[in-house]
């Protein structure tokens, strides 16, 4: 079975920060396939369609939506099969759900259909 597991979110006061992970198990995430994959954030808000945040490539090279663009960033620990959105500045706007997904054909765009794989999210609320 393959999983994606989020944690770390939580209620923070606009301008804090908080660090988002995603875990990777299972048949696919097999030991270190983390580092052969593409892996990106989203998020959705309440009556708001799902938006791209970020992505990681297997090269490490990452990509941002402006909206964040400056104030979050992806990274990804290829040894512990881990991904990470660090989320600084936040503001009230940036309440949502965050999922983390994997593109296992690296396909490496921000268009959510090109991701395979989904984990169920974590929920960042901002209050300002």
């Known amino acids: 079975q393959v999983q994606l597991v989020e944690s770390g979110g939580g209620l923070v006061q606009a301008g804090g920060s908080l660090r988002l992970s995603c875990a990777a198990s299972g048949r696919i995430f097999s030991d270190y396939a983390i580092s052969n994959y593409d892996m990106g954030w989203f998020r959705q808000a309440p009556g708001k369609e799902r938006e791209f945040v970020a992505r990681i490539r297997r090269s490490g090279s990452t990509l941002y939506a402006d909206s964040v663009k400056g104030r979050f960033t992806i990274s990804k620990d290829n040894a512990k099969n881990t991904v990470y959105l660090q989320m600084n500045s936040l503001k009230p706007e940036d309440t949502a759900v965050y999922s983390c997904?994997?593109?296992?054909?690296?396909?490496?765009?921000?268009?959510?259909?090109?991701?395979?794989?989904w984990g169920q999210g974590t929920q960042v609320t901002v209050s300002s």
């Open positions: 997904a994997a593109d296992t054909r690296r396909l490496g765009t921000s268009a959510g259909n090109t991701y395979d794989y």
